[in-house]
């Protein structure tokens, strides 16, 4: 489904403040693999998700997605194939637009647009269905603003607008780092929910240690800019975080320096 092979990335090359963000790293994910990413400030976990979504073109190496090679496609082309919840909830709706006008952007999506825009009663019925899952009686404010919703009201549709068509990849960059514990809870069981509905292939980025062990069948552990870790299956299944943190050490040479990963 994804395929990487040997990317890299460097920010301002041949400047005093040149930056190696991604140093020949390959990765391989199957149909429906769910990946929580982890790794310090710096290790290129953000970068990676990028130069997949084609934000930031590559310098080297190639990117596959269900068999087509997306390496120097830009952006706006690969967006068809993406889903994206990024840290931010402000990011990824459009705040002076209803719910439901939202949610039939992303229904529409990749469709042929019309002058014809009008909400069918069908169509209606499905937005509320859809918005009940959430549990958050967002299915009675059809037409609130969204920017009238909290944060977490504004994630969790963010989510499912980004799960609706199935993308082939879905990306999340920390979409629950900015939300109080609660519901930030509420969001990766609704992610974790609507992943394994869908068989959606996955790559999370966390700074939650304990998130990146619990969620996902696979776990991959980012230092300088490449993959130091790659734990799958039923040693995932047993991982701890003092296991982690204890082969993070063997791995690298040195300890896993981010207090907000270790404090969460």
């Known amino acids: 489904m994804l395929s ?13 403040n040149e930056k190696t963000a ?3 790293l390959t990765l391989e994910l199957k149909q429906g693999d769910f990946v929580t990413v982890i790794g310090g400030n710096g290790s290129g976990k953000s970068t990676l998700l990028n130069c997949i979504a084609g934000v930031h073109t590559v310098d080297a190496g190639s990117i596959t997605i269900d068999g087509d090679e997306v390496t120097r496609i830009p952006e706006h082309k690969r967006a068809a194939m993406l889903g994206r919840v990024f840290q931010d909830p402000m990011v990824g709706t459009a705040a002076n637009m209803g719910i439901e006008e939202n949610l039939a952007l992303a229904y529409r999506r990749g469709k042929r647009r019309t002058l014809k825009w009008g909400i069918s009663n069908q169509e209606r019925q499905l937005y509320k269905e859809l918005l009940s899952q959430l549990d958050l009686g967002l299915e009675n404010r059809l037409s609130d603003k969204v920017g009238l ?4 009201q504004r994630q969790a549709l963010t989510l499912l607008m980004a799960t609706l068509k199935k993308p082939k990849l879905l990306l999340l960059d920390e979409h629950t780092a900015a939300l109080d514990p609660k519901t930030a809870v509420k969001v990766l069981e609704l992610t974790d929910k609507f992943i394994t509905e869908g068989n959606l292939t996955t790559l999370m980025v966390t700074h939650n240690m304990r998130d990146a062990i619990k969620y996902g069948n696979r776990l991959i552990m980012m230092y300088e800019g490449r993959i130091l870790l790659d734990i799958a299956e039923e040693a995932k299944q047993k991982l701890t975080v003092e296991d982690l943190l204890k082969r993070f050490g063997q791995a690298s040479g040195e300890e896993f320096a981010n207090d907000r990963a270790l404090l969460s």
Not at 4 to 16: A, E, L, M
């Open 4 to 16: 990487i092979r040997g990317i890299h990335k460097t920010f301002n090359p041949g400047t005093v």
């Open 22 to 24: 991604l140093n020949n």
């Open 149 to 152: 919703l909290s944060g977490g």
